[in-house]
């Protein structure tokens, strides 16, 4: 029986939709509401005991412009599954999965420092490897290629600092 598979006889939620994947792993999307429910079935009742990466994808202009993905492992039972979800607007936010895998604290923090992407109950939530203050999400469509000038921060903290 594979990750999905227990995973509905677990009970899945409604939102499930089974997506199709390039490697062969078991992948799914769920509504965002659904997310942590999910997560916690799958660690709980269907042996996924690692969280290997969380990472998103700007899907702009889509609405739901960015799709975030948890990738978890089962040693007990040899697989792994992919959850995905979309979510949108000016603040985009899901709820942290810290509780459940607190090794998936950075790897959340680089999703809000590269995406902008909120991650509701993580309690160290800050910059990874921008600086504060940034204004910027670097992995996000409207970046600039060339990047963003940084000598007006530069000369920013300077001012602070003396």
Not at 43 to 67: N, Q
Request: charge should be negative; glycine fraction near 8%; aromatic fraction near 10%.
């Amino acid at each position: 029986m594979n990750g999905l598979e227990r995973l509905q006889a677990a009970g899945a939620p409604a939102s499930l939709i089974e997506q199709p994947s390039r490697d062969n792993a078991a992948c799914v999307r769920v509504a965002a509401a659904d997310v942590y429910g999910t997560l916690q079935t799958l660690r709980d009742a269907c042996g996924f005991g690692t969280v290997t990466f969380i990472t998103a994808i700007d899907r702009s202009p889509a609405e739901d412009r960015f799709e975030i993905a948890w990738q978890l492992r089962s040693v007990e039972h040899v697989d792994r599954i992919r959850v995905t979800t979309r979510v949108g607007g000016d603040a985009p936010s899901v709820r942290s999965a810290t509780d459940l895998w607190p090794g998936s604290a950075y790897m959340e923090r680089e999703c809000y420092d590269m995406f902008g992407i909120h991650f509701e109950g993580h309690v160290g939530l800050k910059r990874l490897l921008m600086p504060e203050g940034y204004d910027h999400f670097p992995l996000r469509k409207e970046f600039p290629h060339q990047g963003i000038e940084p000598d007006r921060l530069y000369r920013e903290w300077e001012r602070t600092r003396s």
